[in-house]
């Protein structure tokens, strides 16, 4: 079945950096597209970013453009995050998840506090 395992996650400062992996089993990675989502405290869970099969595509919410990058290694299965000038509203529990599957991991925490 579908195994997806988020890590990377922690307490930054704002304007500091953080890099989100996430390790994917169960299904033939390279053939669909993956997502990130976040939810915070007492909000509903929101889409952040998603990357094509090769990686060529990428799509973000507005309020991380220019900030987040996605990225895939299909050799390895991993679906990354990198997350730069943080901001205290990026605190929230982030996802990973594969287009077409409603399977969902654990998620990482990420807080972003002076």
């Known amino acids: 079945q579908v195994q997806l395992v988020e890590s990377g996650g922690g307490l930054v400062q704002p304007g500091g950096s953080l890099r989100l992996s996430c390790a994917a089993s169960?299904?033939?990675?390279?053939?669909?597209?993956m997502n990130w989502y976040r939810q915070a405290p007492g909000k509903e869970r929101e889409w952040v970013a998603v990357i094509g099969r090769t990686g060529a595509y990428t799509s973000y919410i507005d309020s991380v453009k220019d900030r987040f990058t996605i990225s895939r290694d299909n050799a390895k299965n991993v679906l990354s995050l990198q997350m730069n000038s943080l901001k205290p509203e990026d605190t929230a529990v982030y996802y990973c998840?594969?287009?077409?599957?409603?399977?969902w991991g654990q998620g990482t925490q990420v807080t972003v506090s002076s």
């Open positions: 998840k594969a287009s077409s599957f409603e399977s």
């Open positions: 169960g299904f033939t990675f390279s053939n669909y597209p």
